[in-house]
């Protein structure tokens, strides 16, 4: 059996780890993006705030690209009409760029879960106002980043939405059974399925999803590939709409959509 004082010892590294924890839980008193302190918690600072795009209409209605002038509720951009996409709509907060990414990579890697609070507070006010049998999921990750990060941000995101919203909260639709498969030398199309190949309904919610209407909680949207993987066996599952959900996405010709410097692989 252990000595007294090493049981003391992991206690005593016990008690800091779940301070640490609840710390990383209250809203931060720094700016999100820039660490400036500010006066309340959990806002940005002026710089920040007039620097970050906040997204909203006039945009496509099949993906939620910004339109420069109002082009009508039913219009769809030239990529959705050439090729329609899978999903029912892409909800970002703001735009993808190196200052949105800065509160994506503290949640994510900096263990600054408080941040997901942030992050969902600006996502309430795209949710449908439909709302029936509508259902919050996240993106799963593979269990070994689970286990190295010992939390996925998109479900703690997506908990807060759901905290906020009253909407049902299921985390687990989705099991990501393969990490990032690989795409060397695949076309368009064979890409799209490999990636939809390392996810699965969970046997549990075969049969349950027919004629559901899920919202899929992702961090940040960049190329695309893994929303849109989820996207397609959700429905192949049953699922009759799915709008994807996130933080910040990339916008097309802007130079982030593709080949971005910061990964986000899972
Ligand atoms: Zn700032
Ligand atoms: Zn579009």
């Known amino acids: 059996m252990p000595p007294q004082s090493l049981f003391d010892k992991c206690d005593m590294a016990k008690g800091r780890h779940i301070f640490h924890r609840m710390l990383n839980w209250v809203l931060p008193e720094r700016c999100p993006c820039c660490g400036t302190i500010t006066a309340a918690g959990g806002s ?22 910004p339109f420069e002038f109002d082009r009508g509720a039913d219009a769809y951009c030239a990529v959705c009409i050439a090729n329609p996409p899978r999903h029912d709509g892409i909800r970002a907060a703001v735009k993808y760029d190196d200052l949105s990414a800065q509160v994506a990579l503290r949640l994510k890697y900096g263990g600054k879960i408080g941040l997901a609070r942030v992050i969902a507070q600006h996502m309430l006010r795209h949710l449908p106002e439909e709302q029936e049998q509508l259902i919050i999921s996240p993106v799963p990750l593979h269990w070994t980043r689970i286990w190295s990060r010992s939390f996925n ?17 299921v985390p687990d639709i989705l099991v990501r059974h393969k990490r990032t498969p690989s795409m060397r030398g695949l076309d368009h199309k064979r890409r799209r399925e490999a990636v939809a190949s390392a996810f699965a309904v969970h046997p549990k919610y075969k049969g349950a999803l027919k004629g559901r209407s899920i919202i899929l909680i992702d961090d940040v949207l960049t190329t695309g590939a893994t929303s849109d993987g989820c996207v397609a066996v959700l ?12 933080w910040a996405r990339a916008l097309r010709g802007d130079g982030t959509q593709a080949g971005t410097t910061i990964s986000f692989d899972a």
């Open 153 to 169: 941000q998109s479900a703690l995101i997506g908990k807060q939405l759901a905290d906020m919203s009253g909407l049902a909260f």
């Open 44 to 65: 940005f600072c002026v710089f920040c705030w007039q620097k970050l795009e906040f997204l909203g209409p006039p945009w496509c209605r099949g993906c939620a690209t």
């Open 235 to 246: 429905k192949r599952g049953g699922a009759d709409w799915v709008q994807i959900f996130c």
